[in-house]
């Protein structure tokens, strides 16, 4: 069982940066694929970015390429997001998200979920 809680959401003016959290519990933190998903307001859940277990892969969705990147430390059983020159249309709520795996698979189906941490980006 792995429990998610994500942290770092807020409201940023375009342009700005923001730093989400993601940290676990449980002591195999390390033998999970994590990504970040995210959903705005009427539209489905997408997915964002994604790290592998041991950090050798990332993957990221095309709009955000360039602007955000994934990161992770086992030892702190934390997987972070930064955002750099947000933009309106990233408004949603950002939810982290993790599959047990030995690499990384896209698209990711998580076996676990967070409870999401709003980002509102103005213009």
């Known amino acids: 069982q792995v429990q998610l809680v994500e942290s770092g959401g807020g409201l940023v003016q375009a342009g700005g940066s923001l730093r989400l959290s993601c940290t676990a519990s449980?002591?195999?933190?390390?033998?999970?694929?994590v990504g970040w998903f995210r959903q705005a307001p009427g539209k489905e859940r997408e997915f964002v970015a994604a790290?592998?277990?041991?950090?050798?892969?990332?993957y990221y969705t095309d709009s955000v390429k360039g602007r955000f990147t994934i990161s992770r430390d086992n030892a702190k059983n934390t997987v972070l997001l930064q955002m750099n020159s947000l933009k309106p249309e990233d408004t949603a709520v950002y939810y982290c998200?993790?599959?047990?795996?030995?690499?990384?698979?896209?698209?990711?189906?998580?076996?676990?979920w967070g409870q999401g941490t709003q980002v509102t980006v103005s213009s």
């Open positions: 790290v592998s277990p041991l950090a050798i892969s990332t």
């Open positions: 449980g002591r195999t933190f390390s033998s999970y694929a």
């Open positions: 998200a993790a599959k047990r795996s030995s690499g990384l698979s896209i698209p990711l189906k998580a076996d676990y």
